[in-house]
């Protein structure tokens, strides 16, 4: 079953505004990785993060590996209309395995 | 650039119908994985291949095959198409060996079944 958590589900922010979202589980994990899905499209790999507490950036795009290992967060500034999307975290826990999926964080920006 | 390669992105067949999917990359990576989506849910897992060992998923069902020829491609057979088979099938590709190991998906693959 799904092992991980999104939050928030969905978010209606206006253009200009900063989101932040977050990933969250009950076991640890020692991979993160972000993407963002347009309509219709494959999920692009937005980020990825590899050690507790690192943080990094991809433009207006930042996002951290919890130091607890089992959380991650992503936050957009200056929020424009192209980050409408469907963000999902995935994550992996042990080297070998596959990466599990969060049920995503739906984004909509209003001008 | 390297990338993953999906054909073709829209696919049509009727129930019952079979139907293969393809899939190419030219990461060269080891893994290459299958998975279905429905209305903007998470991408479910279907299987992967680990160089040539196929991994299935334990609630795959049996109308769903893959092959992998080569270290480029992938193809994902469904032998008889359901009406609840219609979603977006996306390839993706990872090399497990790294530390560093990172996941990239193809554009999709959205199969209609009439």
Known sequence: GQQLNQSPQSMFIQEGEDVSMNCTSSSIFNTWLWYKQDPGEGPVLLIALYKAGELTSNGRLTAQFGITRKDSFLNISASIPSDVGIYFCAGKKNYGQNFVFGPGTRLSVLP | ?114
Not at chain 2, 2 to 10: D, G, K, L, T
Not at chain 2, 93 to 100: E, I, L
Request: charged share 20%.
């Open chain 2, 1 to 114: 650039d390297a990338m993953v390669i999906q054909n073709p992105r829209y696919q049509v067949t009727q129930f019952g119908k079979p139907v293969t999917l393809s899939c190419s990359q030219t990461l060269n990576h080891n893994v290459m994985y299958w998975y279905q989506q429905k209305s903007s849910q998470a991408p479910k897992l279907l299987f992967h291949y680990y160089d040539k060992d196929f991994n299935n998923e334990a609630d795959t069902p049996d109308n769903f095959q893959s092959r992998r020829p080569n270290t480029s491609f992938c193809f994902l057979d469904i032998r008889s198409p359901g009406l609840g088979d219609a979603a977006m099938y996306l390839c993706a590709t990872s090399n497990r060996d790294f530390y560093t190991d990172t996941q990239y998906f193809g554009p999709g693959t959205r199969l209609t079944v009439l």
